[in-house]
């Protein structure tokens, strides 16, 4: 079974509208950790948010927010006042296992968002 | 602060070549993470080391890759002899357990781009 999965291979938002990007998760651990990067076309791999599995709160970086509904495994990332900037290659990830005791990540196989005007 | 460092960012060989790839991850963090990407298997760890100590090379694809962190600055990805199935870009990040919010959040270096003829 995937760990992480992403089931949008592609996305398109209009300039200045608000997109939800999907991941779902697989894992028996109990302390885990869920990232979200962006890879431009340029390939660089650009670290966005962060989500703690025994955070209470849903996580927010500027205009990145992570909707983290543990019962369900979904960690989906919300971008607000889409940018064109914003058109990218988006990963979901997850660390299994507590902090400290070697954080292997396990990528999704991403989503394509495309930002029109 | 500077981030994870590689080089080269591109690399173009033949078939039975020697490659080298090189990493200088952030200063201060323990963990050096090697990963793989391509169209067909996405992005796979390779390998990661732990204050310059091999923790799990099962992602290694055979052995003729092999890595190496000789201090705390410095790591090499090695493959020889190169095959065009190794066509890439191969990435290395760092992590520190002790990133208060951000915990054990992986920073990428900008990857390597290789071409195998």
């Known amino acids: 079974a995937q760990k992480i999965t992403q089931t949008q291979p592609g996305m398109f938002v209009q300039e200045k509208e608000a997109v939800t990007l999907d991941c779902t998760y697989d894992t028996s651990d109990q302390s885990y950790g869920l990232f979200w990067y962006k890879q431009p076309s340029s390939g660089e791999m650009i670290f966005l948010i962060y989500q703690g599995s025994y955070d209470e709160q849903n996580a927010t970086e500027g205009r990145y927010s992570l909707n983290f509904q543990k019962a369900r495994k979904s960690a989906n990332l919300v971008i607000s006042a889409s940018q064109l900037g914003d058109s990218a290659m988006y990963f979901c990830a997850m660390r299994e296992g507590p902090t400290g005791g070697g954080n292997k990540l396990t990528f999704g196989t991403g989503t394509q968002l495309k930002v029109e005007l | 602060d500077a981030g994870v460092i590689q080089s080269p960012r591109h690399e173009v060989t033949e078939m039975g070549q020697e490659v080298t790839l090189r990493c200088k991850p952030i200063?201060?963090?323990?963990?050096l993470f090697w990963y793989r990407q391509t169209m067909m298997r996405g992005l796979e760890l390779l390998i990661y080391?732990?204050?310059?100590?091999?923790?799990?090379d099962s992602g290694m694809p055979e052995d003729r890759f092999s890595a190496k962190m000789p201090n705390a600055s410095f790591s090499t990805l090695k493959i020889q002899p190169s095959e065009p199935r190794d066509s890439a870009v191969y990435f290395c990040?760092?992590?520190?357990?002790?990133?208060?919010?951000?915990?054990?959040?992986?920073?990428f270096g900008p990857g390597t781009r290789l071409l195998v003829l």
């Open positions: 200063s201060g963090h323990d963990y």
């Open positions: 990040a760092s992590s520190s357990p002790s990133q208060g919010q951000y915990q054990e959040t992986q920073y």
């Open positions: 080391f732990n204050n310059n100590v091999p923790i799990d």
